[in-house]
């Protein structure tokens, strides 16, 4: 993995901790993916237990992840589903993830 030399203290925070905020860790480091709480759906939801795994994934907040995340785990416009996106989020190393999200960021912070 290449290091981010212009932000060297951002790549440090994204290699060296476990969770990077309460909403962005499920989708980083796969020996905190299955951790007890640690639910993708945390992403777009604070709820808990059912809520957050059976409901939250029928909101708005849920169809525009999915909407946003597909492009960027490569999913084809009929896979465009949230279980597609967990599943999808499974075959992504933690590097390769971190490449994924910080360049997106990155077009972003450029253009904006």
């Not at 960027?72 to 009929?78: A, D, T, W």
């Amino acid at each position: 993995m290449a290091s981010y030399a212009p932000y060297p203290a951002l790549h440090q925070a994204a290699f060296s901790f476990p969770a990077i905020d309460n909403h962005a860790h499920p989708l980083l480091n796969e020996e905190h993916r299955h951790a007890p709480g640690f639910h993708l759906e945390s992403i777009i939801s604070e709820a808990e237990g059912r809520a957050l795994t059976e409901d939250a994934v029928h909101t708005v907040a849920c169809m525009r992840a999915t909407a946003q995340l597909a492009p960027i785990f490569e999913l084809g416009s009929s896979e465009q589903t949230w279980a597609a996106v967990k599943a999808r989020r499974e075959q992504f190393s933690y590097e390769d993830l971190c490449t994924r999200l910080l360049t997106v960021l990155l077009s972003i912070v450029r253009i904006g």
